[in-house]
Structure formats: C-alpha cells, structure tokens
C-alpha cells in the first residue's frame, strides 16, 4: 500500500466506527421511549385513583389497586434507571405539540366519560381505557427491550413488559366477564 493510501485510511478512522450523530440519535430517540413509558405508566398509576370516587365490583377494585401499585413500582424502576443513566430525560418525550394536546385531551375526555357513568357501564369503559394504557406500554418496553443501551436496561424492559403482559390479560379477563 502507498504511504497516501495509508495516511487517508487512518485518517478516516477504522472501518465500522459508530458514527457519533447516529449514536445521539439513538439515545434521543431511547431517551423519548423511556419519557413515553414514563407518561404511560403514570396514567396507569392514576386511573386506580377513581376508585376513590366511584364505587366498584370487588374484582375490579382488586385488579385496579394491583395494576396501580405495579405502575407505581415501575415507575420507580424506571426513575432510578434513568438517574443512573444522564442522556435519559423522563421529561421530553418529543412528541409534536399536536400529539401532546390529542393525548391530553383524550385524557379529559376519558376522565369526564368515567366520572358521568357508574355500575357497569362505569367498570366497562374503565377496563378499556386501562387495557388501553396497558397496551401501549407494553408495546413501548417491547420495543425499549430491542434498544437498551446496556443489558440493565434490556432486563427491566423485559421484566416490566412480562409484568404489563400479565396485567394485560387479567384486564382483558375481566372485560370479557361483562360480555358473556
């Protein structure tokens, strides 16, 4: 090889370096996972809280108090993740504002559809907003668990996601209990 061959390979860099604007990329777009996990989780964790206003079947209030201390739990996973990780930010999800205002809106709505309504049609519309928010974050850990940054983050997406799946069936269950 020349010496000029030699001097434009080395300064290239070795083959198959990580290009740093596709690693800032990456750990943008993790760190807007983890943020939407976070809004997920947290609507999960308050929905529960409607209990205290609304009366309910004991088998709902036995799930809805199991699911918000299983979000409440993770939510605390996912917080001392991310201290421990600086290039996550729980706060900024990257949405477009149009996203951030359908979503808060469809929240109102939710709410205020929930709050007019009791017995069962109360309980019905509750476990569908619940398999609703369930379902969405256990699909956003499916696709964390694809992207950790490191085998921590693999495992808690896995073992959050396995414990959504459960919560995801046994509201699924429940829901199918009203239709038979």
Do not use: C
Request: hydrophobic share 40%; glycine share 4%.
């Amino acid at each position: 090889m020349s010496a000029t061959l030699l001097l434009l390979l080395a300064m290239a860099g070795p083959v198959g370096a990580a290009d740093p604007a596709a690693a800032s990329d990456a750990e943008r777009e993790r760190s807007q996972g983890y943020a939407l996990l976070h809004e997920t989780l947290t609507l999960a964790k308050r929905l529960p809280l409607l209990s205290y206003v609304k009366f309910e079947s004991d088998p709902l209030d036995e799930l809805l108090t199991r699911v918000g201390n299983d979000a409440g739990t993770m939510l605390e996973e996912l917080d001392q993740y991310a201290a421990s990780h600086p290039q996550i930010d729980l706060e900024h999800a990257g949405l477009p504002e149009v996203e951030q205002q359908r979503r808060e809106l469809t929240a109102k709505a939710i709410s205020k559809d929930l709050l007019r309504r009791s017995g069962t049609p109360f309980e019905v519309l509750y476990l569908i907003a619940m398999a609703d928010v369930l379902n969405q974050s256990r699909h956003i850990l499916a696709a964390l668990e694809t992207r950790a940054a490191d085998p921590a983050g693999q495992e808690l997406a896995g073992r959050q996601r396995q414990r959504l799946e459960a919560d995801y069936q046994d509201v699924s269950q429940l829901l199918e209990t009203y239709f038979k």
